[in-house]
């Protein structure tokens, strides 16, 4: 009888394709509904893409119903901010992934840095803004560079950095009078630029449950070097080399178990994926950057293919309060994973490419996991900034490197971008 489990998997992106990848393996299930997914998810066992607007949330709960589905994963943020799982819960359906309160430390980049100052959790030293001539006069006499957020959800592209003073104060303009992020740039916070090696930490968390998930590292920028624009991110890898039991400990216990007891100090019930971003110092010591109230997208990618254990149980351990004695399994083998992108992301793109070369690309050892795609008359063609996300596992990360740019060579579309130096800060 285990078989009968019905998931409804919400969002159209590369994390979404992971997760709906890696639950279509457990035994546990039977029916897995991606709204509205994309051509990727569409190609798993036991996979049906439905259309549906991660959104439009009421036509949501009614499928559900209809189609008697028992765990609803979140994939993006924006549903989990408008309450999502809070519209779930009221219905009794399981859904997994942190109320609108809980979701609002990656909501508010102004709310979460008030979060971690009063809960003495490390970040950058900063100032919140809603008026130009205060966040210019701020800017004047600071150390460059400078770090700019807008305060709402602006898709990974809300961020920039200043190098001189001229800089911050036409950024200034664009995010607080032009409004270039719209509603989500209203307010902005003005940040100290931290140096080092960013890590991606992401944990389970049920109430004061904490289950650490395998690390990762993602690439931010477009261009290679860690140059230019913000991205949503243009590859990752799993996991990282330089963090040890000794600094996964200091994280967890100046970090991740402050954060946990901050949100119940508020009483907020927190269940889901919380990933820390952290800039890792030379002495590593940690900062956090930002708070996500989801998995990262690429990181989601590489991580799945080194989880060994079956993800549908491991989320339904969260309601059956035992998600941190899960005995959760690792692959010892390193995933990486290169992004896609179409030419002209995170700016203006164009879509509707067909894509080539992508048969018989995926094996034991590589996957390509769909992000931007749709099918049309049986052509898989371009629908989005990031398009795939090429990921493979090797016994190094210089072999999952090599089988992953060896397959990203293969497939083409108009106008195809990718970065080329996807784990370079470790290869080095």
Known sequence: MESKNRVLIVGSGGREHAFAWKISQSQKVEKIFVAPGNAGTEGEIKTTNI???????????????????????????????????????????????????????????????????????????????????????????????????????????????????????????????????????????????????????????????????????????IGEGDKGLNTGGMGAYSPVPFVNEKLNEKILDSVIKPTVKGLLSEGIHFRGFLYAGLMIDENLEAKVLEYNCRFGDPETQPIMMRMESDLYDLIDSSFKGSLDKFPIEWSSKVALGVMMSSRGYPGEYETGFEISGLDNLNNDILKVFHSGTKKEKNKIMTNGGRVLCVSALGQNIQESRDLAYSAVSKVNWKGCYFRKDIGFRVIR
């Open 51 to 221: 259309d549906i607007s991660p959104s439009d949330i009421d036509s949501l709960i009614r499928f559900s119903k209809n189609e008697n589905i028992n765990l609803v994963v979140v994939g993006p943020e924006d549903p989990l901010v408008n309450g999502i799982t809070d519209q779930f819960n009221i219905e009794g359906i399981n859904c997994f992934g942190p109320s609108a309160e809980a979701a609002k430390l990656e909501g508010s980049k102004g709310y979460s840095k008030m979060f971690m100052q009063k809960y003495g959790i490390p970040t950058a030293d900063y100032s919140t803004f809603d008026n130009v001539v205060e966040a210019k006069d701020y800017a004047k006499d600071k150390t460059y560079p400078l770090v700019i957020k807008a305060d709402g959800l602006a898709a990974g592209k809300g961020v920039v950095i200043v190098e001189n003073y001229a800089s911050a104060s036409k950024n200034i303009d664009e995010f607080l009078d032009q409004k270039k992020f719209g509603e989500a740039g209203n307010t902005i916070v003005i940040e100290e630029f931290l140096t080092g090696q960013e890590v991606s930490f992401i944990v389970m968390v049920n109430g004061e449950e904490i289950l650490p998930l395998a690390t990762s590292q993602d690439h931010k920028t």
